[in-house]
C-alpha cells in the first residue's frame, strides 16, 4: 500500500513539470507611453442659437453655452500597458494560445483593471485562430496601424468610428452601458468570440460577435432588448500595399440616444441599429515616405414611433496621414474631416444637420533613440463647426458646440 501511495504522489508530482515541458514560453511585454501636454478649447458656439435659428436638430438650445475650457499643463499616459502571452502545443499543429494585457498609468491617475485590455484564451492551427475574449474588433484593428507611434496619443485619428456628440475617440466595453461610449465604433469588445482566417495569398478575414449577454425581459415599463454585436474585416497585403475593408453592427445600443435622439429601450423606441463601413489603405514607400488614409460611413437608426422624432442620423468622413523617416528621425502629418451628414424625422418633418461638422489636423516629429525607445513633439487640433463637439482623445473634459480643441507636447515611448 504505501508503494502505491509513494507512486501516486510521485505522479503528481511530475504532472506539472510535464505540462511545463509541453508549454512555451511567456513572453512579458509592455509600453509606456506619457506625453505632456498644454491643451485648451476656444471659439465655443454663444447661447442663443437652437433648431430654429440654424443650429442642428439634434443639438438642444440649452448645449450651446459658450463655455471653453481654460488651457491647462496635463500629463496623459495613451495606450500603455503591460502583458503577458504564450501558447503551448496540444496536438499536432495545434496550440492553446493565450494573453492577459492591462492597462498602466506611468501618470499615476487612473486606477487600472487586470485584463482590461486586449486578453483572451483560444486555439491556433493551420485553419487559423478561433478565441474568446476582451479584445479589439476586427473594425478596429485596421486603424490601430494609421498613427505615427506605437500607440494611441491625443494627436492621433479621434475623428473616425466617432459621430462626435462627445462620443469617445475608443471605448473598452462588454455590453451595452447606457453611456456616449454606446455610440463608438472603436472599440476593445469583452463578452467576444473572434476567429482570424490564416494567410490566403495575401487575402485574410476576420470576424468577432459580442454576445447579448444583456438582453433584458420585457416589463410594463420597457420592452427586451437584446444588445450584440458583429464585425468583421478583410484584408489584402502585398509588398508595400495594405488594403482593409471593414464592417460592424450594433444591435439595441440605441447610439442614437446618445446623439440627441429620443431614449432608447421604450416601447415608442423599441430597437435600434448602429452601422459602420470602411476603408483603410496604405502604401509605403522606398523613399521611407508612407501614406494611410480611411473612408468611413457611420449610419444610427432606431425604430423611434413618434411623430417629429429624430430617427437617423448618419455621416461620412475621412482621414490622411503621411510620415516621412531619414535614419532614426520621421516627420508626420495628418488630417482629417467629418461631414455635417443627414438626419430625419418619424413622419418625414425636415430636419437639420447644419455645423455638425468636424476637422481634425497633426504636425510632430519624433527620434528613435533605439529600437525600442521614441522621443516625439507634436501640435494637435480639433476644429469644430458651430453645432459639432468632436473630441480629441482623452479630452480635457466635455466640449462645447462649436469649441475647437489644440495642444501642443512632447512625450517618451518605451517598448518592451
Known sequence: MSKRIALCLAGACAFPALALAQAGPVQIYGTLLPFLDSVQTTGATAPGLSPATGGASLVPASAYTGVNLPSRNRITSGTS???????FAVSGDVKVVFQIESAVSPDGDAPNTLAGRNSRLGLEGPWGTVFYGNWDTPYKSPLLAVGPLRGLSPFDNALTTSPGFNVPGTTTQSGRINGKADAAFNRRQGNSVQYWSP????????L???VNEGRTTATAAAPSVSPEILSGLVTYRSGPLCVSLGYERHDDYFGLSQLG???GATFTNAS???????LVASWTFSTGTKVSGILENLVYDTDDTVAGNVNEYKRTAWYLLVQQRF???QIFASFGQAADGSCTRVGGAPASTNGL???QFSLGYTYALSRAADLFVAY??????RSASYAVFPSPGAVAPGASTKGLGVGLLYAF
Open 81 to 87: 500597458n503591460l502583458g503577458f502571452r504564450g501558447s
Open 199 to 206: 494567410d490566403l495569398s495575401g487575402f485574410s478575414f476576420r
Open 208 to 210: 468577432a460577435y459580442s
Open 261 to 263: 435622439g429620443a431614449a
Open 272 to 278: 435600434s441599429r448602429d452601422e459602420g463601413q470602411e
Open 327 to 329: 535614419g532614426p528621425h
Open 357 to 359: 461638422a468636424g476637422r
Open 380 to 385: 494637435y487640433g480639433m476644429n469644430n463647426d
